[in-house]
């Protein structure tokens, strides 16, 4: 079973701090994907990653793809309270068979002002 | 420019009673689509996906069906709703195996 695991699962700070998010998993994917989804919303896509190795930067997130492609980081500086939401990776496995994409369980962030 | 709608938006249904939500997709030709289920803050798990019309892939059993009668349409459908139905359901279109894009939900509310 392909199992994207994210960490940490809730994070509430106080804006202004910086954090980092993880998605780990023991297979190796051909592209991920990190969405943000805001309560009774759809997610909406923020980047996508395909080179293992690879930093993207969305003003103050900045994405980063593990070299082995099996792992990605998201990392927010100075964070604000429009931050706020459900971050969701996703990542389309060199294993599947089929048209599917894997997504991990989510990091609920809660920036306090 | 490609659009997801569904509808509709709530729905509060007693148990027992049947089910349909619809997801149409604007703006592209043969797109995958994927229906979604999300229990209250958590993350998204597979009901189904269509890679063309009249097929359909189920990823987990239960009481709900999907038909897919148009190339850009999708529906989710149950006989008789079950408590543990509720839910807030997503539909989503990608090209292929690459990025996939949602609709902006559906909340069901089974009593």
């Known amino acids: 079973t392909q199992l994207l695991e994210q960490s940490p699962q809730f994070l509430s700070i106080q804006e202004g701090e910086n954090l980092t998010v993880y998605c780990n998993s023991s297979s190796v994917f051909s592209s991920l994907q990190w969405y943000r989804q805001e309560p009774g919303e759809g997610p909406v896509l923020l980047v996508t990653v395909v080179t293992g190795g690879e930093v993207k930067k969305l003003k103050r997130l900045t994405f980063q793809f593990g070299d082995a492609r099996k792992d990605s980081s998201l990392h927010i500086t100075a964070a604000q309270p429009g931050d706020t939401g459900l971050y969701l990776c996703?990542?389309?496995?060199?294993?599947?068979?089929?048209?599917?994409?894997?997504f991990g369980s989510g990091t609920r962030l809660s920036i306090r002002p | 420019s490609q659009t997801i709608h569904q509808w509709p938006a709530t729905l509060v249904q007693p148990v027992g009673s049947p089910l349909s939500l619809e997801c149409t997709v604007e703006g592209t030709s043969n797109p995958n689509l994927y229906w979604y289920r999300q229990a209250a803050g958590r993350g998204l798990q597979l009901l189904f996906y269509?890679?063309?019309?009249?097929?359909i892939s189920s990823e987990v059993p239960q009481n709900l069906s999907a038909s897919r009668p148009q190339d850009r349409q999708f529906i989710l459908s149950s006989k008789k709703l079950l408590l543990s139905d509720s839910g807030f359901y997503l539909c989503?279109?990608?090209?292929?195996?690459?990025?996939?894009?949602f609709g902006p939900g559906t909340r069901l509310t089974v009593l």
């Open positions: 269509s890679v063309g019309i009249g097929q």
């Open positions: 996703a990542g389309e496995s060199l294993d599947s068979s089929a048209s599917k994409i894997i």
């Open positions: 989503a279109w990608s090209i292929g195996t690459d990025t996939q894009y």
